[in-house]
C-alpha cells in the first residue's frame, strides 16, 4: 500500500507564495515521475507541475516562470513552490506519483488566493 501525504495548502494573499510538499512512502520502488494537478469545482483536474526522477520538468503555462518543482529521490518527496499567486490558482492542489504500471493520488490540499 502506498501512503502520500500533502501538505502547505493554505490561505494566501495575492501575490504571495507557497510551498507544497507531498511524500509517498509505502511500496513504492520506482518512481518514474512525481507532480501536481489542481482542479476547481465543476472542471476538470489539470497539470500544474511534474518533474521526473531524473529532474526534468514540465509546467503548465498559468503557472510557468512563477512556479518550482522539485524532487528529493531520497525522501520520495516533491515540492511545489509557487510565487505571485493569483486568484485563479485557488483551487484543490492534488500529488500524483507514477511509477511503473501505477499512479497514486494524494487526497488533495486547499489552496486559496485573496484578491
Not at 510557468?64 to 528529493?72: L, V
Request: one cysteine or more.
Amino acid at each position: 500500500q502506498v501512503q502520500l501525504v500533502e501538505s502547505g495548502g493554505g490561505l494566501v494573499q495575492a501575490g504571495g507564495s507557497l510551498r507544497l510538499s507531498c511524500a509517498a512512502s509505502g511500496s513504492i520502488f520506482n518512481i518514474n515521475y512525481m507532480g501536481w494537478y489542481r482542479q476547481v469545482p465543476g472542471k476538470q483536474r489539470e497539470l500544474v507541475a511534474t518533474i521526473t526522477s531524473g529532474g526534468s520538468t514540465d509546467y503548465a503555462d498559468s503557472v510557468k516562470g512563477r512556479s518550482t518543482i522539485s524532487i528529493d529521490n531520497t525522501k520520495n518527496t516533491v515540492y511545489l513552490h509557487m510565487n505571485n499567486l493569483k486568484p485563479e490558482d485557488t483551487a484543490v492542489y492534488y500529488c500524483i506519483v507514477l511509477e511503473i504500471g501505477r499512479s497514486y493520488w494524494g487526497q488533495g490540499t486547499q489552496v486559496t488566493v485573496s484578491s
